[in-house]
């Protein structure tokens, strides 16, 4: 049994690996430099129709935190042939379900519906691409909406408070210290010309990847793309995605957050780590391994076996990391410490596991396990088209190309425990890291 | 007007597709029936287990002892010990998930083609010889324990647990499946063993795969998995009687936003006109941005991110439930524009247009759920527990095609009872005072 997440602000990802066959993959570009991907499945008569967006919160200016976020939610207000509400209504009417997502590097929307409506979905999607219209009244009111969702999801969270005060430590420099729902007392101030001038500069065919999943043929999907995306005018002089990059960083740094409403009290440590890079994923695959090593899976992990099982100090270990990023990424460690136990007692735990493992090495049946898994994900993923839609989605928003997606199940295959060691020692430097503790009172030290 | 002729363009080219699932019924040599969907174009299966009861046939004062035991079953069986079993799995790398709720235990797995025997000998040891290890009980003891202090300051569900104990009273539906902490901490070995004997019998077990496997590979499998499971299990749990009045509770809870549920009696599933009613409720709080609620209480006025209602029409009793959260001096407001479309709902009903589009949406999202082995397998193992037969898959969207505008405006008369609207709101909400004086926790 598990211990379920303690509000990390992070969905730890299973799968390894997720990768469709290179066969059923289809891409080319539109005259307007619009991406297109086609991932066939012809299981059943389902289409994932999604586009995806190469700008998300961390490229907002600053100040105008949420920005990216609010024009997310602004972009179902409707057009000139699809009035406000519209849109929700034509996906509804075909059975359809739909949403949308920001990220850090990416804004993404995609509707589900039997595979005849594409072309329907396209009509739809390229029209508010470039043919929103916005009312003062639309902002103000949705503005409220996402200060209701900052509400549900971070301040009535303290896990989630916690984790914007450790974002914001770990980045001195970087975008990535600051929510993608913003800060709220930013959120307040957005307007309807922020949010006209961020759509009008990056909603546009030429900063934009579709990707169509399901029963489809690729022929089709080019004539319908080209149909429908092909005539829209791209921004001219986008600049290449260059966001203010980290300095050395020479201090660890350290927090506790204290809030009475917190229940179980937690270390979590993260380090500044290398992300995915297009043609050079080794750094990558080494510490998506190394993650799954440590903390993956529970009691079977390093973390787990020494602190869940020996010496029976912890309710819950975990180990994160997650490559799929356009800067830096974070590798973060994660204890929660039995009752009894301190927060103190809890962290030295963690860190005499590390450097007993910087000592020891790889267990090569743990490593195999591992290898299995990657393997069987593999087949796993294919059964979730749109898993595999999403993955190539967010990959192409980050920097990397279809061959980096194709390429990861095999550069994972051949990590050795080399290069799992090698990247350990590069990545565990206190002089990169946040240690936080998220704590109940003042004087809560967790062991009481 | 472009969209109403998109509209009538589609319709007339392509009505919704029908869900084309070929299930058949296997009986194992041994007896024991199951749903399959063979299908072999990804190599491994997906299986779904459920054993009907689940954490409502926990004995008086021990509860939590099926929530625990069914977290357990994973932790150690026949000749390996917790962190042995773990590893074995993971060399093959299949996924066994075992879960209990007010109704039901669940096992869902997944193994590859490649190693299906091994996969199923070690879920057979699972369900056959778990061990309930002194040491994992204590490990899983101490995680249910921080699971329910997490849940006693979390706002979701101190509404919901809140609600449950002023609906259900002492029957299990009253407290949360998880137990208490004194319940929790009182449970031993014994307690497991007897909720396992309890809660996983033959007669009450209900099976789904979908995947690479045939059926006489499937009734093979359902005899070793299940074959060697006792033949009856403990007495199915009385229905609960519902005690709910209508009012106002506050709990008070120092947090920014205030979190309501609200909602009274609701409706079986076996009732002639549960469809009527699942029509009715999609017109005004089912999940999406389209429902009556989404409108006025979010996109109108900015209140909410999130404004849902549903029927929870479980085993052993049926409630109308809905759910909203807005900040603590904009909740009163949500609340009144709720109770408002309540009212209207119960006098008026639904335009023939709100049927006309609840209709398409529900009929044509339907096929779209069937897609992933995992899902299927999901949704008729499911099925199964809610006693419905195999052809239902082919006549549900007929049950939702026949609802009329008439039904829709009788169902709602019954259903909506704007008087007997129970809210519980935890926060602290402006303008809000308990209506009588409750015990809560």
Redesign the interface.
């Known amino acids: 049994m598990y211990l379920r997440q303690v509000g990390l602000g992070v969905v730890a990802l299973l799968t390894l690996a997720v990768a469709a066959a290179a066969e059923n993959i289809t891409s080319f570009s539109l005259d307007n430099g619009m991406d297109v991907v086609v991932i066939e499945d012809h299981r059943a008569p389902v289409v994932t129709h999604m586009v995806w967006y190469r700008i998300g919160a961390a490229d907002e200016q600053p100040g105008k935190s949420g920005i990216a976020h609010l024009l997310e939610h602004l972009m179902f207000k409707g057009t000139e042939n699809f009035g406000p509400g519209e849109f929700s209504r034509v996906v509804a009417a075909n059975g359809g379900s739909e949403n949308a997502f920001t990220s850090y590097d990416y804004t993404g929307y995609f509707q589900r519906v039997a595979a005849d409506r594409l072309a329907l979905m396209m009509e739809m999607e390229s029209d508010r691409m470039r043919g929103l219209i916005l009312s003062d009244n639309d902002v103000t009111t949705e503005r409220d909406v996402v200060l209701e969702e900052r509400n549900s999801r971070t301040e009535n969270n303290p896990g989630a408070l916690f984790s914007e005060q450790r974002m914001a430590s770990l980045y001195l420099n970087h975008h990535y210290g600051i929510p993608i729902i913003g800060w709220k007392h930013e959120i307040k101030q957005l307007n309807r010309r922020d949010a006209l001038e961020f759509y009008r500069k990056y909603y546009a065919p030429n900063n934009a990847v579709l990707v169509v999943a399901g029963d489809v043929d690729p022929v089709e999907v080019r004539q319908l793309a080209e149909r429908y995306y092909g005539q829209l005018q791209p921004t001219p002089d986008l600049m290449p995605r260059h966001r203010p990059s980290e300095p050395p960083q020479i201090s660890p740094r350290r927090l506790s957050y204290v809030d009475s409403r917190v229940s179980q009290p937690y270390i979590i440590r993260t380090y500044l780590a290398e992300e995915r890079n297009p043609g050079d994923q080794k750094q990558a695959a080494a510490l998506t391994i190394l993650a799954e090593l440590l903390g993956g899976s529970g009691i079977s992990s390093v973390l787990g076996q020494e602190l869940q099982l020996k010496q029976k100090i912890a309710l819950h270990v975990s180990a994160y990391y997650d490559g799929l990023s356009l800067d830096k990424s974070g590798f973060a460690l994660v204890v929660v410490p039995k009752e009894g136990i301190t927060l103190q007692a809890g962290e030295d735990a963690m860190d005499a596991v590390l450097a007993e493992f910087l000592e020891n090495g790889v267990d090569e049946d743990h490593l195999a396990r591992l290898k299995m898994q990657v393997r069987a994900d593999e087949i796993y993923a294919r059964d979730n088209i749109q898993g595999i839609a999403r993955r190539y989605g967010e990959a192409l928003t980050s920097g990397l190309t279809i061959a980096d997606v194709q390429a990861w199940p095999e550069i994972l295959q051949s990590v050795t425990s080399e290069d799992v060691m090698a990247a350990a020692r590069q990545v565990f430097d206190r002089r990169r890291s946040v240690t936080g503790w998220l704590m109940r009172s003042d004087d809560d030290e967790g062991g009481e | 007007m472009?969209?109403l002729a998109?509209?009538l363009l589609?319709l007339a080219?392509?009505l919704?597709?029908r869900a084309?699932i070929d299930v058949q019924t296997v009986t194992s040599p041994g007896g024991i029936k199951a749903w399959l969907v063979e299908?072999h174009?990804?190599?491994?299966i997906?299986l779904e287990i459920r054993f009907k009861g689940g954490t409502s046939l926990d004995l008086t004062g021990k509860r939590g002892a099926t929530y625990m035991m069914s977290?357990?079953l994973?932790?150690g069986a026949g000749d390996l010990d917790?962190?042995a079993y773990?590893?074995a799995r993971?060399?093959?790398?299949a996924?066994f998930s075992?879960d209990a709720h007010g109704d039901a235990v669940s096992v869902s797995a997944?193994f590859?083609t490649e190693n299906r025997a091994q996969a199923e000998e070690l879920l057979r040891k699972a369900l056959q010889q778990p061990r309930f290890d002194q040491a994992a009980l204590d490990?899983?003891r101490?995680?249910?324990?921080?699971?329910i202090?997490?849940n006693?300051?979390?706002?979701n569900q101190i509404a919901s647990d809140t609600f449950d104990k002023l609906a259900y009273g002492d029957h299990p539906y009253g407290t949360p499946s998880t137990g208490d902490v004194d319940s929790v901490n009182r449970l031993n070995r014994e307690d497991m063993i007897t909720a396992y004997r309890n809660a996983l019998a033959r007669d009450r077990v209900y099976v789904a795969a979908v995947g690479d496997i045939s059926a006489e590979q499937l009734g093979v499998m359902l005899d070793n998995l299940l074959g060697a499971l006792p033949e009856t299990g403990a007495p199915m749990p009385e229905r609960a009687k519902l005690l709910l009045t209508g009012g106002l509770t506050v709990v008070d809870?120092?947090?920014?936003?205030s979190?309501a549920v609200f909602g009274h009696a609701g409706i079986r599933r076996t009732d002639p006109d549960f469809f009527t009613a699942y029509v009715m409720n999609q017109v005004l709080g089912a999940n999406?941005?389209?429902s009556r609620l989404a409108?006025e209480v979010?996109?109108?006025?900015?209140?909410?991110?999130?404004v849902y209602t549903y029927l929870a029409s479980y085993d052993l009793a049926d409630l109308y439930l809905g759910s909203v959260?807005?900040?603590n001096d904009?909740i009163a407001e949500a609340i009144a524009v709720i109770r408002d479309e309540w009212r209207k709902m119960a006098e008026d009903g639904i335009t023939a247009e709100e049927l006309e589009?609840a209709k398409?949406?529900?009929?044509?999202?339907?096929?779209?759920r069937?897609?992933?082995?995992?899902r299927i397998a999901g949704i008729l193992a499911n099925m199964q527990l809610d006693d419905l037969p195999a052809s239902y898959l082919k006549t549900r969207n007929d049950k939702v095609n026949a609802v009329t505008l008439e039904d829709v405006r009788r169902v709602a008369k019954r259903l909506m009872r704007p008087e007997d609207l129970r809210v519980v709101v935890v926060g602290q909400p402006v303008g809000l005072v308990s209506s009588d004086k409750v015990e809560s926790e």
């Open positions: 472009r969209f998109i509209i589609v080219s392509a919704p597709a084309e299908e174009s990804i190599p491994f997906a977290g357990l994973e932790e917790a962190a773990l590893k993971e060399e093959l790398a996924s075992f997944q590859l490990r899983v101490a995680q249910v324990v921080s699971i202090a997490g006693q300051k979390d706002p809870l120092p947090t920014p936003q979190v999406g941005f389209t409108n979010r996109e109108k006025r900015g209140l909410t991110y999130g959260a807005s900040a904009r589009a398409r949406y529900l009929t044509g999202a339907y096929p779209l069937f897609d992933g082995n995992a």
